[in-house]
């Protein structure tokens, strides 16, 4: 006998029609391992968010997950929440699956995070998914500007 999935905000989900998610994500009895990607649909698909998981699903679903935060208007993507808000077609789609080969952990967890960033790349060379930044990042935005202040000013006294 098949359970059925009782997660509030995949129910909330059902009620949405501007946010689509591939059905695969939806089976919590087989959660997809692999990469996502997070788009809004107003003039044009544009990506806004590119991630990865172990389970596409508790990170659409879990407490923090993206669809949660989006139900909870909790989600720290001004762009996200600004498409829902206005009503723009939000579309959340599997980039690539990413299996588990077994034959060493740290390999397995280095091909999901490459995956990610070559996805994170494709899309900022195409001026899109550019409020992402890497993991570990450990200097604010504020910091880089001002760090980018200070060489420019030492490149151009060295011009002189």
């Keep these: 006998m098949i359970k059925k999935n009782r997660n509030k905000s995949l129910e909330w989900l059902h009620e949405q029609q501007y ?13 997809v391992r692999g990469i996502y990607g997070i788009f809004v649909n107003d003039s044009e698909k544009r990506c806004i968010y590119v991630g990865r998981s172990s389970s596409i699903y508790d990170r659409m679903f879990g407490s923090d997950g993206h669809i949660t935060k989006l139900k909870d208007s909790r989600h720290t993507s001004s762009q996200l929440m600004e498409a829902m808000i206005s009503g723009k077609k939000i579309e959340i789609t599997i980039l690539q699956k990413i299996p588990l080969n077994f034959d060493n952990y740290y390999k397995d967890m280095q091909r999901l995070a490459s995956a990610e960033n070559f996805y994170i790349d494709f899309y900022q060379n195409q001026n899109q998914c550019l409020e992402q930044i890497p993991e570990g990042t ?6 880089w500007e001002a760090m980018k202040n200070t060489s420019y000013e030492k490149s151009e006294s060295c011009d002189k």
Excluded at 19 to 31: F, W
Excluded at 138 to 143: T, V
């Design 138 to 143: 450990k200097i604010s935005q504020k910091e």
């Design 19 to 31: 946010i689509s998610l591939d059905e695969e994500i939806k089976d919590a009895t087989n959660p």
